[in-house]
């Protein structure tokens, strides 16, 4: 297994230690943040990978059949994982209806693609399904750590973690939803461009049988 695949590898093995960092069973939920400190560490630098691995395939050129399977799934488990703990875990900022909407949104994406490459072509990732990536990011470490914190101090800057969390969520849920459309469309007029192309090489190969049974006849 190349580097890449390993970080990928990597990336799915911090899914269980999430979950099990944003359970109950964690031993120091009771005590003082620390379990939120350490959930939304592991959740930042996993995602860190998901850049990391792709950079380091295209450069060392060990783009593999693995890899391409592997880099999506464990982008889809490490989201899904943090939004159905939250939901259990910090449900008054992260409620069940925005995992549906998230979880769903991915496996949108995922049937789309999953067509468009049996129809012989691709869906680039677009800037909104990148800006949606980020809008993820801080929208799950800031439902984390504001299970334990409304507000962080440091000296006389206030940092209202409450506010924060909730408007990264709702921004996050409007930002998958348009970058959901966008792909949508996206899918929609590459099938439209095939579904012509199609045509019009069937028409093409009618013509030329027309024309080679005029000529044998003739």
């Not at 959930?39 to 860190?48: D, E, G, V």
Request: with cysteine; hydrophobic share 55%; net charge positive.
């Amino acid at each position: 297994m190349n580097l890449p695949n390993s970080i990928t590898m990597s990336r799915i093995f911090c899914v269980p230690l999430l979950i099990w960092l944003l359970s109950r069973t964690f031993p120091f939920h009771a005590f003082y943040g620390e379990a939120e400190v350490l959930a939304s560490t592991l959740f930042i630098l996993a995602s860190i990978t998901d850049g990391v691995d792709g950079y380091l395939a295209r450069k060392r050129g060990q783009i593999t059949t693995m890899g391409m399977l592997l880099d999506p799934l464990a982008d889809k488990l490490l989201v899904t994982a943090a939004f159905i703990a939250l939901v259990e875990m910090n449900p008054r900022i992260v409620p069940a209806w925005i995992a549906v909407l998230v979880i769903g949104r991915e496996f949108l994406v995922s049937g789309l693609r999953s067509i468009a490459t049996s129809e012989g072509f691709t869906i680039q990732a677009s800037d909104l399904g990148k800006l949606k990536m980020v809008t993820q990011i801080v929208a799950v470490v800031a439902a984390i750590l504001d299970h334990r914190w409304t507000v962080w101090h440091f000296g006389w800057f206030i940092l209202p973690v409450h506010a924060i969390a909730i408007v990264a969520v709702y921004f996050m849920a409007m930002v998958s939803i348009v970058s959901a459309t966008d792909y949508f469309v996206a899918f929609w007029r590459k099938i439209e461009r095939a579904s012509v192309t199609r045509r019009r090489e069937t028409f093409i190969m009618s013509r030329k049988k027309d024309v080679s049974t005029v000529d044998r006849l003739s």
